[in-house]
């Protein structure tokens, strides 16, 4: 189908835009009372993101309420480890739990690489339902968690400050490490394909927790394979949001995907120098200056813009958008970017 708004798209290719595209990680729940309302409906997060038709309701949300130039689909990361063999739990104001870990080479033995289209379904009906519904507007994005993000979950069980059970692993065992993750990117490549057969537009890799290992083990167990799965999907526009990894930009620029997502704390200018001129950028406001006054938004996200330049970048936050944020507060940012004059 042929998009009205294409702007995500050609950004992402290094094509001329009239302006920058805009949109905001974590968009889709978290700030909007309108999601609030679907939830609280609800049993919980899961059921929302189990139900095709609700879970393509507040994927377009963001489209409708806050003008942003493309959606993302609603679901989390955490469905891959689910359809390998770990079930999750969503707690309340905790976050996620995971009854069972991968603790041996048994454990790692027991997962499965799953038929994606028989346990995922519900997230490829969902982008089915959401592309139909969109009928064009703006991009779908689609996205997983990278490899090393799921595999510390799969550990650890659970959030954690340090992930340091899961850095252990990588140190104490790293065989059966290579072992689990190369069961996780070969799940993670069929998944975005079937997103990208289902109707995904682009598709973001979410590395969430590279900053927490060192520049060596980055390599040898997150971009690796990182890499294989910018390499396996050829179909449309790949983005890689390392967040964290200030110390592997040169590597993350001779990845093969179009976009490279940076934080906050990564200067946009040395980002630049450093991941090269073939890369479109995204990012990298801080989330925290949603905070501020309407004013203040505006001047640092003209600042932010100045220093992109034009093309090849799409304006997002660095993370995503915190729950206490007022959306009035996004607007403002979305607003900022779209009268913005290069
Ligand atoms: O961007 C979007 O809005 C689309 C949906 C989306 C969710 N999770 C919905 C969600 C996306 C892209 C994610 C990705 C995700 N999930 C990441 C990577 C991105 C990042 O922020 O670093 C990670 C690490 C997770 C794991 C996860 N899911 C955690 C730690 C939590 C609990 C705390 C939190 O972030 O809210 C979740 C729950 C979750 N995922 C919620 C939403 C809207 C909140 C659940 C609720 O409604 O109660």
């Known amino acids: 189908m042929k998009l009205d708004n294409d702007l995500l798209i050609r950004a992402s290719e290094g094509k001329d835009v009239e302006r920058t595209p805009v949109w905001l990680m974590r968009q889709a729940g978290r700030i909007l ?18 139900t095709p038709e609700l879970a393509a309701e507040v994927t377009i949300q963001p489209v409708d309420i806050l ?41 790692v033995n027991d997962l499965v690489i799953p038929d994606v289209n028989d346990q995922l379904s519900y997230v490829l009906d969902a982008i089915k339902i959401t592309k139909n519904e969109l009928d064009g507007r703006v991009p779908l994005i689609g996205f997983a968690g990278a490899p090393w993000t799921i595999f510390s979950y799969m550990i650890e ?18 065989e059966l490490s290579h072992k689990l993750l190369q069961k996780i990117t070969a799940t993670t490549i069929k998944y975005l394909k079937a997103q990208i057969k289902a109707g995904a537009d ?5 590395d969430s927790w590279a900053g927490i290992l060192s520049h060596q083990q980055y390599l040898e167990f997150g971009i690796k394979y990182v890499k294989e799965i910018c390499d396996a999907i050829n179909e449309v526009p790949i983005t890689v949001f390392s967040k964290g990894a200030y110390f592997a930009r040169k590597e993350l620029g001779e990845l093969n995907c179009n976009t490279i997502g940076l934080d906050w704390n990564m200067d ?3 980002s630049r120098a450093l991941i090269g001129q073939n890369k479109t950028l995204q990012g990298n406001l801080d989330p925290c ?29 660095g993370h995503g958008v915190y729950p206490d944020i007022s959306p009035d507060k996004v607007i403002c940012f979305i607003e900022a970017v779209k009268s913005y004059e290069h």
């Open 202 to 206: 682009v598709v973001q890799v979410f």
């Open 289 to 317: 200056v949603l905070y501020s006054d309407f004013k203040s938004i505006e001047n640092q996200t003209n600042q932010m813009l100045c220093k992109f330049g034009k093309n090849r970048h799409i304006a997002n936050l």
């Open 157 to 174: 069980g659970q959030g954690s400050k340090t992930f340091s059970k899961a850095k252990k692993m990588l140190y104490s065992n790293p």
């Open 67 to 107: 003008g942003v130039d493309a959606a993302i689909i609603f679901s989390d990361i955490l469905v891959v480890p689910e359809a390998m063999g770990l079930p999750y739990q969503m707690i309340e104001k905790k976050g996620p739990w995971f009854e069972n870990t991968i603790q041996s080479i048994k454990d």
């Open 268 to 270: 946009i200018l040395e």
């Open 33 to 50: 009372p309108q999601y609030r309302a679907i939830r609280n409906s609800l049993s919980g997060f899961k059921e929302l993101v189990e």
